[in-house]
């Protein structure tokens, strides 16, 4: 009885990781935009819902 053809594969040059390591080193500016600058009033929103203050 042979092998399965899965089995008689060549081993891999590694070519799919080094494109991932790639990607995962590059800047991702198309996906994530960095968010603007807290405001007073966003400060003062988060302290009001922080205290538990609904209204």
């Known amino acids: 009885m042979s ?5 008689k594969r ?3 040059t590694g070519a799919r990781v ?4 790639r990607l ?3 800047p991702r500016e198309t996906w994530h935009r ?3 600058e807290a405001g007073p ?3 003062v929103q ?4 922080e205290r538990g203050r609904t209204a």
């Open 41 to 43: 009033s966003r400060l």
């Open 46 to 49: 988060f302290l009001r819902i």
């Open 34 to 36: 960095p968010r603007g």
């Open 24 to 26: 995962a080193r590059s």
């Open 18 to 21: 080094k494109q991932f390591l």
């Open 3 to 7: 092998k399965h053809l899965a089995d």
């Open 10 to 12: 060549s081993p891999s």
